[in-house]
Structures are given as structure tokens and as C-alpha cells.
């Protein structure tokens, strides 16, 4: 690892300070991904901003009909906390099956959305249900946030504070895991909202997309037949040692019919 | 530029100057000389590593000091009781969970982590939990096995 300056802020308009004063400063969340970085000398910040230590960035809570979950929450919290439990089940399942307990005891939802890696599973809670991402300057649509490959719609030297999802009438994520590292080959979440179906997909692209068709034929008839031919054209999708192009097409539907038929069991 | 970092390791209050960049495996290690907590990855992924920061299992190799400062932190070496050992670790004794040792003290932690949460697992949840965990002697059949009589023990049963 690098040296690097380390910073420990009380408070969310002094970790912008401190990151806005640094020569090239990141900040750290629950370190699952960046430290890896960091060991590998894959990255070398000049300063890194501790958020760990400012209140009010943790944890869940019910705004009316929606969960806003605190941009420092850990993902065994989200999987653990009781109003996501019983508003939208399909979040708190999506977070009890990212990677290992002990990288669901540090990791956090901020981190996991502003790194972008194409097979996190949080994309696919956030464009799948319609979240929107609050930061310190502004509120992001979920649609908006995810730009790219590891790109975001952050602007240099923005923090995210939380992520406000709103309730779905039903909801489920199904995900087809690397069995190493439980990132998703493959995930889909399907959601029945008050305004329309959600099918988002992570994993098989540079970044989370809404496959379009299926939510039209869910929009008509919820149902795991509804999609039974569908799947997404293959080109452009991921292809590695894990999976070709074609696998991940193919697993797209299997997956998206899963979370359907659990949807609908409720 | 050197910190100093503050903490309670298995009941002692230690207060280290280290690095910025030194990981919580590293203070505990090299300058505590708590090697019972192993490196045996530079990936985050065998979890050799883990220790309990304020009551959670975590990597030891993927947390900087400095962001326990201020945490209890438990280790292998904090479980015994004046030489005897803790019941989780008896039973990985008992029940011939290990070979080389290696894994052993993180799978100990991890396990006690589970126990904690769920005192009286099932073998599947377990093996789920098992995740984080890698070994590469056993074939995972007697750790499972040593858990469960751990965790037995643990809720008093024999
Ligand atoms: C072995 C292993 C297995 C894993 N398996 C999975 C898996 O199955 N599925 C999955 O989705 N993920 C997986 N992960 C990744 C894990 O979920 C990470 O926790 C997550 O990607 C990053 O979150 P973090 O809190 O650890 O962030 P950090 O590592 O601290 O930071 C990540 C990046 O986000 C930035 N950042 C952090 N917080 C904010 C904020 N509030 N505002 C702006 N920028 C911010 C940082 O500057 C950094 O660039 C795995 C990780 C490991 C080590
Ligand atoms: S040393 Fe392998 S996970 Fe920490
Ligand atoms: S006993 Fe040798 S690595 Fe597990």
C-alpha cells in the first residue's frame, strides 16, 4: 500500500472540506473494495476521508412509504433491519447475499453504488425499484445514477449520503453468483411498483440496464410465463471466463422468470 | 506520518503508534505479537484474518488501524479462559477440525460470529455462513461438524 494522509471527520460538511482540500483524496466507507485496491497499489489517493466516524450516515429508516437506508449502512444491517424486512423483503434478501458475513459486517451501500462494479448487486435494488440517490448536493434518479463501466453520475468530490427507495407491491431479486465471490454472474430484480414493472439487470453488462421488453410483457400479466421465451440480445453483454455472452443472455430470463415467480408467491 | 491508535484487545487497552496505512492484521500481529490471527491472502477473500471489532467478525487484512481505534477487538488469543480453552475451540479438537491449522483461528471467530446470531444453526446454515471462510485441508466436513458440537456446548448441551 501507498502512504497516504488520513482523515477521521466529524461531520459530513467537513469530510467535503477535507476532500475538497485534498490533492487527490477519496473516501473511505466500509473499505471492502478500495483497501483490496489499496494493498494492490492499484490505487494511491493522497488522502483518505474516514466516514466512519459521522452520525447520522448509518442506518434504516421508513419515510411514509419508502426505506431510506443511510449511505454507511452495512449490508447486514439492510439485511437485518426490520423495516426493510417488512417493506421490501426483496432489498433486505438482496443484501444478506452479497459475498461473505464478514464483508456484509464492513461493506456499505454508499461504497457499493459509487464504486459501479458491474456485477454489484445494489445497482440492481436501485434502478429495479426506483430509488433515488440523495448525496450531499443533490438528489439523483436511480435511472441517472449509473453512467458507465465503475462510472457514476457523482461529480468529483460528491458524497452520498443515503438511497430512498420506495416501497414495491411486491418485489424479488434473483441472482445466479460467482460461487468465489458471490458477485452476480448473473442478478435481476423484478418490481411490481405502483407505477409500472421494474426489471433491472446487473452483472451481464459494463452496468446495470432495464431490460425494456420484459417489463412490457410483466406490465400486462405478472407472471413467470408472461417472459417464458424472453431473454436480451447478447451482444455487447460481459464475456469472461465464467460465463460467454451467450450464457449470461440466456441466464437474464432464468434468472428474471426466479424473481418473478417469487414476486408473485409474495 | 506516524497515528497513534487506541483500542481494547481482548480486555487490554493498547494504545499504538503506527502508520496510516497499517492494517488492523498488521498492529495485531507485528506489534501486539498476536499471531494467532494469519494472513493467508492478499485478496480479502480466505478469511485466515478474521478477528471480532466491537462484537462483529470482520477481515483483519481488509480494516485499516486506524478505523478500529477506539473498538474492542477480539481475537483467537482472547477466547481461552486461563488455559482452558473455549468450548468452540474444544470442539474443533474434539471433532478433528483441522489439519494444518491455518484457517483454524478464523474459522473460530467467524463460527462464534454465527453462534452469536443464531445459537442453534442448522449444518446448511453453516456452510452458508461459511462463505468468507476458506481451508485447504480439511474438506470443510469436520469444521461444520466442530461447530455444530461448538455451538451445542455453547447453548450447555453436551
Ligand atoms: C470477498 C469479497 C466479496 C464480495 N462480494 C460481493 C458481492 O457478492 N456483491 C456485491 O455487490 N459486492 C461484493 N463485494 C463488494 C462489497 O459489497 C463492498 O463492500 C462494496 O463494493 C464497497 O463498499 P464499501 O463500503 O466497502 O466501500 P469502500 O471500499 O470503502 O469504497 C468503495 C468506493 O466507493 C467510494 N465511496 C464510498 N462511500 C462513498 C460515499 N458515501 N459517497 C461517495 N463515494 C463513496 C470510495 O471512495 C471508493 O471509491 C465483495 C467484496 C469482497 C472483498
Ligand atoms: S488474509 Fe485472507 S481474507 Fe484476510
Ligand atoms: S486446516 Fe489447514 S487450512 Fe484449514
Given at each position: 500500500?501507498?502512504?497516504?494522509?488520513?482523515?477521521?471527520?466529524?461531520?459530513?460538511?467537513?469530510?467535503?472540506?477535507?476532500?475538497?482540500?485534498?490533492?487527490?483524496?477519496?473516501?473511505?466507507?466500509?473499505?471492502?473494495?478500495?483497501?483490496?485496491?489499496?494493498?494492490?497499489?492499484?490505487?494511491?489517493?493522497?488522502?483518505?476521508?474516514?466516514?466512519?466516524?459521522?452520525?447520522?450516515?448509518?442506518?434504516?429508516?421508513?419515510?411514509?412509504?419508502?426505506?431510506?437506508?443511510?449511505?454507511?449502512?452495512?449490508?447486514?444491517?439492510?439485511?437485518?433491519?426490520?423495516?426493510?424486512?417488512?417493506?421490501?423483503?426483496?432489498?433486505?434478501?438482496?443484501?444478506?447475499?452479497?459475498?461473505?458475513?464478514?464483508?456484509?459486517?464492513?461493506?456499505?451501500?454508499g461504497?457499493?453504488?459509487?464504486?459501479?462494479?458491474?456485477?454489484?448487486?445494489?445497482?440492481?435494488?436501485?434502478?429495479g425499484?426506483?430509488?433515488?440517490?440523495?448525496?450531499?448536493?443533490?438528489?439523483?434518479?436511480?435511472?441517472?445514477?449509473?453512467?458507465?463501466?465503475?462510472?457514476?453520475?457523482?461529480?468529483?468530490?460528491?458524497?452520498?449520503?443515503?438511497?430512498?427507495?420506495?416501497?414495491?407491491?411486491?418485489?424479488?431479486?434473483?441472482?445466479?453468483?460467482?460461487?468465489?465471490?458471490?458477485?452476480?454472474?448473473?442478478?435481476?430484480?423484478?418490481?411490481?411498483?405502483?407505477?409500472g414493472?421494474?426489471?433491472?439487470v446487473?452483472?451481464?453488462?459494463?452496468?446495470?440496464?432495464?431490460?425494456?421488453?420484459?417489463?412490457?410483457?410483466?406490465?400486462?400479466?405478472?407472471?413467470a410465463?408472461?417472459?417464458?421465451?424472453?431473454?436480451?440480445?447478447?451482444?455487447?453483454?460481459?464475456?469472461?471466463?465464467?460465463?460467454?455472452?451467450?450464457?449470461?443472455?440466456?441466464l437474464?430470463?432464468?434468472?428474471?422468470r426466479?424473481?418473478?415467480?417469487?414476486?408473485?408467491?409474495? | 506520518?506516524?497515528?497513534?491508535?487506541?483500542?481494547?484487545?481482548?480486555?487490554?487497552?493498547?494504545?499504538?503508534?503506527?502508520?496510516?496505512?497499517?492494517?488492523?492484521?498488521?498492529?495485531?500481529?507485528?506489534?501486539?505479537?498476536?499471531?494467532?490471527?494469519?494472513?493467508?491472502?492478499?485478496t480479502?477473500?480466505?478469511?485466515?484474518?478474521?478477528?471480532?471489532?466491537?462484537?462483529?467478525?470482520?477481515?483483519?487484512?481488509?480494516?485499516?488501524?486506524?478505523?478500529?481505534?477506539?473498538?474492542?477487538?477480539?481475537?483467537?488469543?482472547?477466547?481461552?479462559?486461563?488455559?482452558?480453552?473455549?468450548?468452540?475451540?474444544?470442539?474443533?479438537?474434539?471433532?478433528?477440525?483441522?489439519?494444518?491449522?491455518?484457517?483454524?483461528?478464523?474459522?473460530?471467530?467467524?463460527?462464534?460470529?454465527?453462534?452469536?446470531r443464531?445459537?442453534?444453526?442448522?449444518?446448511?446454515?453453516?456452510?452458508?455462513?461459511?462463505?468468507?471462510?476458506?481451508?485447504?485441508?480439511?474438506?470443510y466436513?469436520?469444521?461444520?461438524?466442530?461447530?455444530?458440537?461448538?455451538?451445542?456446548?455453547?447453548?450447555?448441551?453436551?
Amino acid at each position: 500500500m501507498y502512504e497516504f494522509n488520513y482523515h477521521r471527520p466529524g461531520t459530513l460538511e467537513a469530510a467535503a472540506a477535507a476532500l475538497a482540500a485534498a490533492e487527490d483524496g477519496q473516501v473511505l466507507a466500509g473499505g471492502q473494495t478500495l483497501i483490496p485496491t489499496l494493498k494492490q497499489r492499484l490505487a494511491s489517493p493522497s488522502d483518505l476521508i474516514d466516514l466512519g466516524s459521522i452520525a447520522g450516515l448509518d442506518g434504516v429508516r421508513r419515510e411514509g412509504d419508502a426505506i431510506v437506508v443511510g449511505a454507511m449502512t452495512r449490508h447486514a444491517d439492510v439485511a437485518s433491519s426490520p423495516d426493510a424486512r417488512s417493506a421490501i423483503p426483496a432489498l433486505a434478501a438482496l443484501a444478506d447475499g452479497i459475498g461473505d458475513p464478514q464483508v456484509r459486517n464492513c461493506g456499505t451501500i454508499g461504497g457499493s453504488i459509487a464504486n459501479a462494479d458491474p456485477a454489484a448487486d445494489y445497482p440492481a435494488a436501485v434502478v429495479g425499484l426506483g430509488a433515488e440517490v440523495r448525496t450531499d448536493r443533490r438528489t439523483i434518479a436511480g435511472d441517472d445514477f449509473f453512467t458507465g463501466l465503475f462510472e457514476t453520475a457523482l461529480e468529483d468530490g460528491e458524497i452520498i449520503v443515503s438511497v430512498r427507495f420506495p416501497a414495491p407491491r411486491r418485489a424479488a431479486y434473483a441472482k445466479f453468483p460467482n460461487p468465489a465471490s458471490r458477485y452476480a454472474i448473473v442478478g435481476v430484480m423484478v418490481a411490481d411498483t405502483g407505477s409500472g414493472v421494474r426489471v433491472a439487470v446487473t452483472g451481464a453488462g459494463d452496468q446495470v440496464f432495464r431490460a425494456g421488453a420484459m417489463e412490457a410483457a410483466l406490465g400486462g400479466n405478472f407472471s413467470a410465463d408472461a417472459i417464458r421465451d424472453a431473454s436480451v440480445p447478447s451482444d455487447g453483454l460481459n464475456e469472461d471466463l465464467h460465463a460467454s455472452a451467450e450464457y449470461r443472455a440466456h441466464l437474464v430470463g432464468v434468472m428474471a422468470r426466479r424473481a418473478v415467480a417469487a414476486a408473485a408467491a409474495g | 506520518m506516524p497515528v497513534n491508535v487506541s483500542m481494547n484487545v481482548n480486555g487490554r487497552a493498547v494504545v499504538e503508534e503506527v502508520e496510516e496505512r497499517t492494517l488492523l492484521v498488521e498492529l495485531l500481529r507485528e506489534n501486539l505479537r498476536l499471531t494467532g490471527t494469519h494472513v493467508g491472502c492478499d485478496t480479502s477473500q480466505c478469511g485466515a484474518c478474521v478477528v471480532h471489532v466491537d462484537g462483529r467478525s470482520v477481515k483483519a487484512c481488509t480494516m485499516l488501524a486506524t478505523q478500529a481505534h477506539g473498538a474492542d477487538v477480539t481475537t483467537i488469543e482472547g477466547l481461552a479462559d486461563n488455559g482452558k480453552l473455549h468450548p468452540m475451540q474444544e470442539a474443533f479438537r474434539e471433532n478433528h477440525g483441522l489439519q494444518c491449522g491455518f484457517c483454524t483461528p478464523g474459522m473460530v471467530m467467524s463460527a462464534l460470529d454465527l453462534v452469536a446470531r443464531n445459537p442453534d444453526p442448522t449444518g446448511g446454515e453453516v456452510r452458508e455462513w461459511l462463505e468468507g471462510n476458506l481451508c485447504r485441508c480439511t474438506g470443510y466436513h469436520n469444521i461444520v461438524k466442530s461447530i455444530l458440537a461448538g455451538a451445542s456446548a455453547m447453548r450447555g448441551g453436551s
